[in-house]
């Protein structure tokens, strides 16, 4: 079946760096997006990788390897600020599925 | 501040009963989605609309529909409620939705509570 897996939880100190990532048994799809969601918020768009390779986006990066199955969400010099839950989702080039991973849960401890 | 709005904030009903739940999208927006998320559980993609029309379904079960009306605001009608229909209902709008790279703006989402 289609579907993708992320880490259910990961803790990081503040300052630090971390990967989140994303694995999926799945085919087909545009791209690769990441988004952000606080405690009671609404999701965030983050990040998109439509090809193979990296892209930044400030303190943030994601990377993709479609021959890998593989992607992962990069934070950089952490902040308290973004502790938060991490979902990676697809979207289908036939744009009749958009599946999201489960979610990742970071905390951040100073 | 997305742009994107929901109404209502919180829901609170009880079994058997029907609900609407409405969406207006960020200006000049086309494209509506809407997603289901239960306690601890991921974002699950119900539907989406393209200026009026039905373009992709997702997992919405057959109790649930929508429409997107001629002014792009949209409505997810839930009935027959179950315990199990208790989640948090984003609504989140795109530019077209027509392609897979497109940013998608959620609204603050809607609180339901099947009692």
């Known amino acids: 079946g289609q579907s993708l897996e992320q880490p259910s939880e990961v803790t990081a100190v503040e300052g630090a760096i971390v990967q989140i990532n994303c694995t999926y048994q799945?085919?087909?799809?545009?791209?690769l997006s990441w988004y952000q969601q606080h405690d009671g918020g609404a999701p965030t768009f983050l990040s998109y990788?439509?090809?193979?390779g990296l892209e930044e986006t400030g303190r943030f990066s994601s990377f993709l390897s479609r021959s890998d199955s593989y992607g992962y969400l990069l934070l950089q010099e952490l902040q308290m600020k973004d502790s938060a839950s991490y979902f990676c989702?697809?979207?289908?080039?036939?744009?009749?599925?958009?599946?999201f991973g489960s979610g990742t849960r970071l905390s951040i401890r100073p | 501040d997305s742009g994107v709005t929901q109404t209502p904030k919180h829901l609170i009903t009880a079994t058997g009963q029907r609900v609407t739940l409405r969406c207006s999208p960020r200006?000049?927006?086309?494209?509506v989605y809407w997603y289901q998320q239960s306690l601890d559980q991921g974002l699950q993609f119900l539907i989406q609309?393209?200026?009026?029309?039905?373009?992709a379904k997702g997992n919405i079960l057959e109790r649930f529909s929508a429409q997107q009306f001629p002014d792009l605001h949209s409505e997810l009608n839930l009935s027959s409620l179950e315990l199990g229909d208790s989640a948090l209902y984003f609504c989140?709008?795109?530019?077209?939705?027509?392609?897979?790279?497109?940013?998608?703006?959620f609204g603050p989402g809607t609180r339901l509570l099947v009692l």
């Open positions: 799945t085919s087909g799809f545009y791209g």
């Open positions: 989702a697809v979207t289908y080039s036939s744009a009749s599925k958009i599946i």
């Open positions: 990788n439509a090809l193979d």
């Open positions: 609309y393209y200026n009026g029309e039905e373009r």
């Open positions: 200006s000049g927006d086309l494209s």
């Open positions: 989140a709008s795109s530019i077209t939705g027509l392609a897979g790279d497109e940013t998608q703006y």
